[in-house]
């Protein structure tokens, strides 16, 4: 966000953590974030707050799920809109939004593991931030900044993770999701699809 023409930070965020474990198979964190945005003369907070809990259903497969509220930021969730941006009189503006997900994995050996998961995003639909992004767009961009930009998104993925030996790991992943944008493409939709197969390889240090 600092990037952004215009924008500054002066401190880096300033985040914590806490975790309580309630049993040998339950264990729940809550979770907070806080950084100053600065743009010329005006200053605002950005701020986030998250839930989350780690659930051990029976050895070798643990349910998780985690819940964000984010204003003003974009650095600790993925996919999330620009958190600052400027309007055309300067004054700095925040995105805000919602966030859940949840996941499961299953530990079938000691070198195959698999996950099934889900994540929902909500953007909140504030006008004066869409029409910052509208105004923004270059005079020969092919799409609205706006289009580029999320209402509101969906994802549901599942992949397999196999280890041959410890710090080698190779999985493969297929996502699909759904988003609907805060402004209407060229060819007046708002909705587009993500359909897509990963494959990765991993060494751990």
């Given at each position: 966000?600092?990037?952004?023409?215009?924008?500054?930070?002066?401190?880096?965020?300033?985040t914590a953590r806490l975790n309580h474990k309630f049993a040998d198979n339950l264990t729940v964190s809550a979770r907070a974030m806080g950084n100053e945005k600065r743009v010329n003369e005006d200053e605002k907070t950005a701020w986030g707050?998250?839930?989350?809990?780690?659930?051990?259903?029976?050895?070798?497969?643990?349910?998780?799920?985690?819940?964000?509220?984010?204003?003003?930021?974009?650095?600790?969730?993925?996919?999330?809109?620009?958190?600052?941006?400027?309007?055309?009189?300067?004054?700095?503006?925040?995105?805000?939004?919602?966030?859940?997900?949840?996941?499961?994995?299953?530990?079938?050996?000691?070198?195959?593991?698999?996950?099934?998961?889900?994540?929902?995003?909500?953007?909140?639909?504030?006008?004066?931030?869409?029409?910052?992004?509208?105004?923004?767009?270059?005079?020969?961009?092919?799409?609205?900044?706006?289009?580029?930009?999320?209402?509101?998104?969906?994802?549901?993925?599942?992949?397999?993770?196999?280890?041959?030996?410890?710090?080698?790991?190779?999985?493969?992943?297929?996502?699909?999701?759904?988003?609907?944008?805060?402004?209407?493409?060229?060819?007046?939709?708002?909705?587009?699809?993500?359909?897509?197969?990963?494959?990765?390889?991993?060494?751990?240090?």
């Amino acid at each position: 966000d600092a990037t952004i023409t215009g924008i500054k930070q002066r401190l880096p965020a300033l985040t914590a953590r806490l975790n309580h474990k309630f049993a040998d198979n339950l264990t729940v964190s809550a979770r907070a974030m806080g950084n100053e945005k600065r743009v010329n003369e005006d200053e605002k907070t950005a701020w986030g707050v998250g839930l989350g809990a780690k659930y051990d259903v029976v050895p070798g497969t643990t349910l998780k799920a985690d819940y964000y509220h984010v204003k003003g930021d974009s650095s600790f969730v993925s996919y999330a809109n620009t958190g600052v941006i400027t309007a055309a009189n300067g004054d700095l503006l925040q995105s805000e939004f919602d966030s859940i997900s949840v996941g499961l994995t299953q530990q079938f050996n000691d070198k195959l593991r698999g996950t099934l998961g889900y994540g929902y995003m909500n953007f909140s639909n504030d006008q004066d931030y869409v029409n910052a992004l509208i105004a923004s767009t270059p005079a020969d961009a092919t799409q609205s900044n706006a289009t580029k930009a999320n209402k509101d998104l969906w994802q549901a993925w599942a992949n397999v993770f196999y280890s041959p030996t410890k710090p080698l790991s190779f999985g493969l992943e297929y996502v699909y999701g759904e988003r609907e944008a805060l402004g209407a493409a060229t060819n007046g939709s708002t909705k587009g699809k993500d359909n897509r197969i990963n494959a990765v390889a991993i060494y751990n240090f």
